[in-house]
């Protein structure tokens, strides 16, 4: 992640913002979704320092999860943070079709309690993903 940071900046113009969406090491919605269908396997697979093979389509792609304070502290040498938040805290992911379209209405009431608490701690940091936004440092 520094070197990333390192190779973002230049494109940036001193006090430029950057923002990312990360997936979060910590996601709520999918530990509970997975311990309820009793795969506690997956329910923890974000919980390793390492990557974790997942399966997009037929073929498996090497992934990377982050806590916001971890991402954070990778791009503090070239950036100043500004804010975070989480996404699909309590509301579905964007790939729970069935999730969604078996319960639209609890999928609405979801995504606006998301959107309550989406800057409050502790959920600013259990969502499904986080956005961090910071500025490049003159």
Sequence with gaps: LSTLSDNISPFLKPGGTFIACVMNRISITEIMSYIVRLKFKKAFRRFT????????????VKVWYYTPQKFIKAFSRKFIPLR???????????????????????TQ?????????????????????FVVEMRRKD
Excluded: E, Q
């Design 84 to 106: 975070s938040y989480g996404l699909n805290i309590f509301s579905p992911n964007p790939n729970a079709h069935r999730f969604t379209s078996n319960y639209p209405k609890t």
């Design 109 to 129: 009431y979801l995504l606006k309690f998301d959107d309550l608490i989406r800057f409050t701690f502790p959920f600013r940091s259990l969502g499904d993903h």
């Design 49 to 60: 320092n390492s990557y974790c093979l997942i399966k997009i389509g037929s073929t498996y």
